[in-house]
């Protein structure tokens, strides 16, 4: 009998995470309960599951990531009687505290997921919350490899896997070259970002590079506090028409977007309190055969590997070298061949399925 698993997940709101639990729910018998709705996530029409049922449910305090519980989360759980819960949130999380402690009323094996690469102290009741979750949870994925360190820093001990939080679906991140070819005028290179714009992205630090690289388009596509501020840059610097700002989109045009970009950067910055943790948009780009460049900030040097260009984070003059290096199309389509090859070898959502079923293997 196939094992019964509950997989809790505010992230997989968005239709675009969905072919994660069509592929689990091949190998368990999966429910997946998420948040009615969630602030900044763009409203998408419902996917239709085939392998996996999908519960929604009111969320207290939503919006705010580590403050925010389930409804009546009690009677689905009773109704439900998982063999594992799988709680895609943080070790400090309210809502992991919570549906732990259901957890072990009904006798079901538990694990979380962590993205938090820095050692943090946590004011009450975070800290509480995180001592009871380690010594109480079966085992905890964390999503880069210094989350391991803080994590024993921490003082947990039991099982700890490193999985990337979803792969890439390979049947909606491709190689799209009528896209690419749309693009025309005066650029040699098609440069894009995606994501939030705020201080951490770094994006000042690409304006002022291409300050003096007239033959790069870069376009902007995300919404955020930062955007105004960068606008009122682009126009005083002159380069309104080298760079666009494309707004907000779903996570199902996401793919077409990337896809009509030469390349992409990720330019993070460090923060007091946090560094990138992963960097999805990039194993995404790369599987759309589009060539990546990253700070070195976090995770971005370990998911790019030698299949892109990373410069040291801050540097405008490292920034500007690596797209000049790609300015070069021999260059830049060695850099996109490689990125390909990289994302089928590691980042496919098939690869994290199945590490993810191993885990589930080990405590069921």
Same mark, same amino acid.
């Given at each position: /009998?196939?094992?019964?698993?509950?997989?809790?997940?505010k992230a997989m *709101?968005?239709?675009s $995470?969905?072919?994660k639990a069509? *592929?689990?729910g091949k190998?368990?018998d999966l429910t *997946?309960i998420? =948040?009615?709705?969630?602030? #900044?996530y +763009?409203?998408e029409?419902?996917? #239709?599951?085939?392998?996996y049922?999908?519960?929604?449910?009111? $969320?207290?305090?939503?919006g705010?990531?580590h403050?925010?519980?389930?409804?009546g989360?009690?009677h689905?759980?009773?109704?439900?009687?998982? &063999?594992i819960?799988?709680?895609?949130e943080?070790p400090?999380?309210?809502v992991?505290?919570?549906?732990?402690?259901i957890?072990?009323?009904?006798?079901?094996?538990?694990?979380?997921? $962590?993205?938090q690469?820095?050692?943090k102290?946590y004011?009450?009741?975070?800290?509480?919350?995180?001592?009871?979750v380690y010594?109480?949870i079966?085992?905890i994925?964390a999503?880069?490899?210094?989350?391991i360190?803080?994590?024993r820093?921490k003082g #947990?001990?039991? /099982?700890?896997?490193?999985? %990337?939080?979803?792969?890439?679906d390979m049947?909606?991140f491709? =190689?799209r070259?009528?896209?690419?070819?749309q693009?025309?005028?005066?650029?040699k290179?098609?440069?894009?970002?995606?994501g939030?714009?705020v201080?951490e992205?770094?994006?000042?630090?690409?304006?002022?590079a291409?300050?003096? *690289? %007239?033959?790069?388009?870069?376009?902007?596509?995300?919404?955020? =506090?930062l955007?105004?501020k960068?606008?009122?840059?682009?126009?005083?610097w002159?380069l309104s028409?080298?760079?666009?700002?494309?707004g907000?989109?779903?996570?199902?045009? +996401?793919? &077409?977007?990337?896809?009509?970009?030469?390349?992409?950067?990720? =330019?993070s910055?460090t923060?007091?309190?946090?560094?990138?943790?992963?960097?999805?948009v990039l %194993?995404?780009a790369?599987?759309?055969?589009v060539a990546?460049?990253?700070?070195?900030?976090?995770?971005?040097p370990h998911?790019?590997?030698?299949a892109?260009l990373?410069?040291k984070?801050?540097?405008?003059?490292?920034?500007?070298?690596c797209i000049?290096?790609?300015?070069?199309?021999?260059?830049?389509e060695a850099y996109?061949?490689?990125?390909?090859?990289?994302?089928?070898?590691?980042f496919?959502?098939?690869?994290?399925?199945?590490?993810t079923?191993?885990?589930y293997n080990?405590?069921g």
């Amino acid at each position: /009998m196939a094992l019964k698993v509950v997989l809790l997940s505010k992230a997989m *709101l968005v239709n675009s $995470t969905h072919s994660k639990a069509e *592929l689990l729910g091949k190998a368990v018998d999966l429910t *997946l309960i998420t =948040p009615v709705s969630w602030p #900044y996530y +763009v409203e998408e029409k419902e996917s #239709y599951s085939k392998n996996y049922s999908h519960i929604k449910i009111k $969320t207290c305090f939503e919006g705010k990531n580590h403050f925010h519980f389930y409804r009546g989360l009690s009677h689905y759980l009773r109704e439900l009687r998982p &063999d594992i819960i799988h709680i895609d949130e943080e070790p400090y999380s309210i809502v992991t505290a919570q549906v732990l402690r259901i957890a072990k009323k009904y006798g079901a094996k538990t694990i979380c997921f $962590t993205w938090q690469n820095i050692y943090k102290k946590y004011p009450f009741p975070f800290k509480q919350l995180e001592h009871y979750v380690y010594n109480n949870i079966d085992a905890i994925i964390a999503g880069n490899r210094e989350a391991i360190t803080v994590l024993r820093q921490k003082g #947990y001990s039991k /099982m700890i896997e490193v999985i %990337p939080q979803f792969g890439v679906d390979m049947s909606t991140f491709y =190689p799209r070259e009528e896209n690419r070819r749309q693009q025309s005028g005066k650029f040699k290179l098609y440069l894009g970002y995606v994501g939030r714009i705020v201080e951490e992205k770094g994006l000042i630090i690409v304006l002022e590079a291409l300050r003096k *690289l %007239p033959k790069v388009h870069f376009t902007i596509v995300g919404t955020g =506090p930062l955007e105004s501020k960068l606008k009122n840059k682009v126009m005083n610097w002159g380069l309104s028409a080298q760079i666009s700002f494309a707004g907000g989109v779903s996570s199902l045009e +996401v793919a &077409d977007v990337i896809s009509s970009f030469d390349a992409l950067i990720l =330019p993070s910055v460090t923060q007091a309190n946090w560094k990138e943790q992963f960097g999805r948009v990039l %194993p995404e780009a790369m599987a759309c055969k589009v060539a990546v460049i990253g700070s070195n900030s976090g995770e971005i040097p370990h998911v790019i590997g030698d299949a892109g260009l990373v410069f040291k984070e801050r540097n405008v003059a490292e920034c500007k070298a690596c797209i000049e290096k790609l300015l070069d199309k021999s260059t830049l389509e060695a850099y996109q061949d490689a990125g390909r090859s990289r994302a089928l070898a590691f980042f496919t959502q098939e690869s994290i399925v199945s590490q993810t079923l191993n885990v589930y293997n080990k405590i069921g």
